[in-house]
């Protein structure tokens, strides 16, 4: 855990226990809008609809709440760019959202890449792979963007 990314975020191995289940709730993250699921979550909680924050307290209390690991590479160009303002240092903010939560940030496996090819529908690379991640791990994906609320394919909420 020694390296470091860009914006101070430390390298995590992605090694994940055998036992675990499958997640129940993972955020989505969709740029440019900066006032997305984990910064509400995060910072302005009063933004997320009411489902939105009970599905994911329900989630945080099974302790089964993860997200893509896009969303953190997401916030931190939000950060660098001046368009998200967290109040500290980006990776203290990362490490710090995300043990807050006891959030899951979820690799791209084998599985979730083969899915990624399928889904050339949404644009936004960043959406494909918040696709892939939420369908690979039988997640319900918690967004407030609209065009991955229809796909069909997909359990969404918001």
């Known amino acids: 855990m020694g390296a470091s990314r860009p914006c101070g975020i430390p390298v995590r191995s992605s090694a994940e226990p055998p036992d675990r289940p499958p997640w129940g709730a993972a955020f989505g993250l969709t ?3 900066p006032r997305v699921q984990l910064v509400f979550d995060s910072l302005l ?3 997320l ?3 939105a924050r009970k599905t994911i307290d329900d989630a945080y209390a099974r302790r089964d709440l993860a997200c ?4 953190p590479w997401e916030i931190a160009m939000l950060t660098e760019r001046g368009r998200l303002d967290p109040g500290a240092p980006c990776g203290e903010f990362l490490d710090l959202m995300i043990a807050a939560r006891s959030l899951r ?3 791209i496996s084998p599985r979730v ?3 990624l090819a399928g889904l ?9 792979l918040i696709a892939a991640t939420a369908l690979a ?3 319900l994906l918690v967004t407030a963007d609209q065009r991955l609320r229809e796909d069909p394919d997909l359990r969404c909420t918001w």
Do not use: C, Q, W
């Open 49 to 51: 609809t009411a489902h």
């Open 120 to 128: 050339g529908r949404h644009r936004d690379p960043a959406d494909r």
């Open 68 to 71: 893509a690991d896009i969303s």
């Open 113 to 115: 890449a083969a899915l």
């Open 31 to 33: 740029v440019p809008r």
């Open 137 to 139: 791990h039988s997640a």
């Open 105 to 107: 940030v979820l690799p």
């Open 45 to 47: 909680p009063r933004k």
